[in-house]
């Protein structure tokens, strides 16, 4: 199957601070790219959609501008965190999928930890 | 909107066999997944069904009803390694987004 990288895979941040997560697809084109949050024994809720060279598409109750995300390549997708505070942490996932493909390829996810 | 209900936690022994339901009321289907999920890890594919009827892959079994906005997951000949979340998903056919359940926590016993 296709495989989808995020690094890093684990990453602790002050409070304040800004965090950049990348989400690469490696042997596939992802023209359409979702970013997930996972909280601790709960399921995944989609934050945004992106499609290569477009503004993503936020969830409602996302902040667009504290969740930034750009989707300048067809293999490449960042996720940066800004201004982060200890109620981010969290387990971030993307995934990407090709053109009219059904399936979606996940990421390993990222663990996100703000003190 | 979206609803898609799961069981919260679920357990079975080894060898055993399990089913896992999913329920779901969507604005637009356009088919469903089930991922498995171990902790801290990403949620890997598992089945697709957009169709109604039963689609088989070894010892796992998807199910589907469209009509009655249902499907389940069967489990045969449980393992240990199968102790993990199972995550059901409607694609939406307008957006193409996954809408997740809240998942299932299996946890199998020697």
């Known amino acids: 199957g296709a495989v989808v990288s995020q690094h890093p895979s684990r990453v602790i941040c002050k409070s304040g601070t800004s965090v950049k997560i990348e989400c690469r697809s490696l042997?596939?084109?992802?023209?359409?790219m979702f970013w997930y949050r996972q909280f601790p024994k709960q399921s995944l809720m989609l934050m945004a959609t992106?499609?290569?060279?477009?503004?993503?598409?936020?969830e409602q109750g996302v902040e667009k501008d504290k969740f930034l995300i750009n989707h300048a390549s067809l293999t490449l997708s960042t996720l940066t965190v800004t201004s982060a505070h200890p109620e981010d942490s969290s387990f971030y996932i993307c995934?990407?999928?090709?053109?009219?493909?059904?399936?979606?390829?996940f990421g390993p996810g990222t663990r996100l930890t703000v003190t | 909107g979206q609803n898609i209900d799961q069981p919260t936690e679920m357990t079975a022994t080894e060898g055993a066999i399990v089913q896992i339901n999913c329920t779901y009321q969507?604005?637009?289907?356009?088919?469903l997944f089930w991922y498995q999920q171990h902790a801290g890890e990403a949620p890997t594919f598992l089945s697709y069904?957009?169709?109604?009827g039963l689609e088989e892959k070894g010892r796992f079994s998807s199910f589907l009803s469209r009509s009655k906005g249902y499907s389940y997951l069967l489990l045969k000949e449980l393992q240990m390694k199968d102790s993990a979340s199972y995550l059901c998903?409607?694609?939406?056919?307008?957006?193409?987004?996954?809408?997740f359940g809240t998942g299932t926590r299996l946890q199998v016993f020697p």
């Open positions: 998903a409607v694609r939406d056919f307008l957006t193409d987004k996954l809408i």
């Open positions: 992106s499609n290569e060279g477009s503004k993503a598409t936020y």
């Open positions: 969507t604005s637009g289907f356009n088919g």
């Open positions: 069904n957009v169709l109604d």
């Open positions: 042997d596939f084109q992802a023209t359409t």
């Open positions: 995934s990407g999928k090709a053109g009219l493909s059904y399936e979606q390829y």
